[in-house]
C-alpha cells in the first residue's frame, strides 16, 4: 500500500498534510495507539529536519506499508551539477558540514549532499561520516550493477561507530539520545535517479 504523495513547500507548507497522510497510514493497518505515536514521531522528525533547510527546494514524501513494515519516504530533485558541488565541499577542509549537530543534524547534512551529487560515483566522497556502500536495488531496473543503490545507512554507520565509540564519542552520545535512532529500524539516503532519497523503515 502506497499513500498520497504529498508535495511539501520551501516555507514548509505540506507538512502537516504529510503528518496525516502518516496517520491514515497507520490507521489502515490497524496500528494501536502506542505504535501509532511512533510512527507519527518518525513522520515529525523526518518533516521537522525540513524546517530548518532554506532555499527553494521542493520535497515529496509518502508512506508504503506492507503489512505491519512501514517505510517513510522524503525524495527531491539533484539540485547541483558535479563542479558546483566540488566547490561546495571546498567550503570545509574536512569536506563536510563541521556545524551539522545531532544524529538529525548529520542525517540532514548528508541528505543535502548527496542531492549535491551528479551520479552514484560521487559516494566517493566520505561526507566526513563514510559507510558509504551498497544500500539496496532499484526495482524499475534489472538485477545487474546498474540497479544497485549507493548510499548512506544508520546501520552500517551505528555499527562503524559503535566500533570506534572511543575515538568518537559525540557521535555515539548522538546517536543514543536520538528519536530517530532509538525507534527506526533503518534509515537510508541514497541517489534514485535523478532525485535524493532519504527513507525510514519501521516495522511493528
Known amino acids: 500500500m502506497k499513500s498520497d504523495v504529498i508535495q511539501i513547500e520551501p516555507n514548509g507548507a505540506g507538512i502537516e498534510r504529510a503528518l496525516a497522510e502518516t496517520q491514515r497510514a497507520a490507521d489502515f493497518r490497524g496500528l494501536c495507539a ?16 525540513l524546517r530548518t533547510i532554506t532555499g527553494q527546494t521542493q520535497y515529496r514524501y509518502w508512506v508504503e506499508s506492507e503489512e505491519m513494515h512501514f517505510s517513510l519516504h522524503l525524495m527531491t530533485r539533484i539540485q547541483v551539477d558535479p563542479e558546483m558541488r566540488e566547490a561546495l565541499l571546498k567550503t570545509s577542509t574536512s569536506g563536510r558540514n563541521a556545524a551539522a549537530k545531532g544524529f538529525m543534524g548529520r542525517l540532514k547534512d548528508i541528505f543535502l549532499r548527496f542531492g549535491e551529487a551528479a551520479d552514484a560515483g560521487a559516494f566517493a566522497t566520505e561526507y566526513g561520516y563514510g559507510y558509504v556502500g551498497v544500500v539496496g536495488y532499484d526495482a524499475s531496473v534489472d ?32 546517536l543514543e539520545k536520538s528519536i530517530t535512532a532509538k525507534l527506526a529500524d533503518e534509515v537510508k539516503i541514497f541517489i534514485r535517479g535523478n532525485s535524493v532519497e532519504m527513507v525510514i523503515e519501521k516495522a511493528f
Open 143 to 174: 538485477m545487474s550493477p546498474n540497479a544497485m543503490l549507493y548510499g548512506w545507512s544508520m546501520s552500517a554507520y551505528r555499527s562503524a561507530i559503535e566500533e570506534h565509540q572511543n575515538d568518537e564519542p559525540e557521535k555515539w552520545d548522538e
Open 34 to 49: 502506542k505504535d501509532r505515536l511512533r510512527l507519527q514521531l518518525l513522520a515529525e522528525e523526518m518533516t521537522g529536519m
